[in-house]
């Protein structure tokens, strides 16, 4: 892969004084760290390319060849080749990295530690110890909209790491003795070989602990934790969203070492329901009502979470008409009170008529003309001229 012109790398212009070059690297090097982007993979890559530049660019002579022949100064056949430049010939990111940041800060210490602290960064990274905290857990939770409505209790089963009963978590058999780490000699880091550069990763002996178990339980092997199925009870509040995130603590994996556990989340997710549509707070359905209801009015039985309830429809209601229910929808969390119900009128056409049916249906369309059906006048109203 083509390498990238170092003033592009660094976001600065071929003018840019050696000052001006130094703190953009500053900048740019605290935001690729590896320490400050644990969970970044292509942050060392960026760090390292961000350092090889610097490293030229800082340098006048270096600077003065780049400018000349480009990467080509470093190469085999380059002027600086076997003085440094090329292949082998770039340090190791974090020494760059020190050197930049090695000036005094306010309270006496580098400008390094107070970005970092004294335990952090690059070589100056400490043993973790044999105690670690348990990795939190993401459980998706499908519930029904009662359940939603009205709030539940669950027993959720899941497959965990959890507390190693043969030890107690401790992840000793008996003795308890920590020994130093015979690998790394207790640092809980070891130098590794990536190319140009020279980096430190965790010991794979200790996974940086720096430590090991002197007699490790045969059943965890010195992590005091196994593998297990946890059942979990769970209390849902009533009024609970789509997507909600619910925390249970420490129900999480359990930590190596007697270290804490993590936490559990649970994500909600609400099955559809056969009537009824939520809209945060309030719910819809729609209902259907004959041709005859709806055009006499009256009584409206309609269904609830709770129940049926009742309203009353005027005389001439149409398709598409909504009713609302007050406090009939969704509790509001942590709230006494609720939302709507909106129900929206269907009115039902009927598909199955005798003769007599249709006689009679004919004879009373003849019987009440247009001027009974407002809606019919006035859209044909707005529509004559495109019957002309």
Do not use: W
Request: glycine share 14%; with cysteine; charged share 30%.
């Amino acid at each position: 892969m083509a390498k990238r012109c170092y003033y592009e790398v660094l976001s600065v212009s071929r003018e840019e004084t050696k000052d001006g070059i130094k703190k953009s690297y500053r900048k740019l090097a605290v935001k690729f760290h590896p320490d400050k982007n644990p969970d970044d993979d292509t942050a060392e890559d960026k760090f390292k390319e961000i350092g090889e530049a610097y490293e030229v660019l800082s340098d006048e002579q270096k600077r003065a060849a780049y400018d000349r022949y480009g990467h080509g100064a470093f190469g085999g056949g380059g002027p600086t080749a076997g003085r440094g430049g090329g292949a082998g010939g770039f340090h190791d990111p974090f020494d760059i990295f020190r050197d930049a940041f090695g000036s005094q800060g306010g309270g006496g210490g580098s400008i390094f530690d107070e970005i970092f602290g004294n335990a952090g960064g690059g070589r100056r990274r400490q043993k973790q110890g044999l105690k670690r905290a348990g990795a939190d857990l993401r459980y998706d939770l499908q519930i029904s909209l009662e359940e939603a409505a009205f709030g539940i209790e669950k027993e959720l089963d899941l497959e965990k790491m959890g507390r190693c009963d043969r030890c107690e978590g401790s992840g000793s058999t008996k003795s308890g003795e920590v020994r130093s780490c015979g690998t790394c000699g207790g640092v809980g880091q070891v130098v590794a070989s990536r190319g140009f550069f020279q980096v430190q990763q965790p010991c794979p002996s200790c996974n940086g602990a720096g430590e090991t178990i002197a007699d490790p339980c045969n059943s965890c092997n010195g992590e005091g934790r196994v593998k297990k199925t946890s059942r979990i009870k769970l209390k849902i509040p009533a009024g609970i969203s789509q997507s909600s995130r619910l925390r249970s603590s420490g129900n999480g994996e359990a930590g190596i070492c007697k270290g804490p556990s993590g936490d559990l989340y649970v994500v909600i997710h609400l099955r559809e329901h056969e009537i009824f549509e939520r809209e945060e707070d309030d719910l819809y359905c729609e209902m259907p009502i004959s041709f005859a209801h709806a055009t006499l009015g009256g009584e409206l039985v309609v269904p609830t979470l709770e129940g049926k309830a009742s309203i009353k429809i005027p005389a001439g209601t149409q398709t598409g008409t909504v009713f609302r229910l007050r406090a009939k929808g969704m509790p509001i969390l942590g709230s006494n009170n609720k939302g709507d119900l909106l129900v929206n009128t269907q009115i039902e056409v009927p598909t199955r008529l005798n003769k007599e049916q249709k006689d009679k249906l004919q004879d009373f369309a003849e019987s009440i003309g247009e001027e009974n059906s407002p809606i019919h006048e006035t859209f044909f109203e707005k529509a004559k001229k495109f019957f002309k």
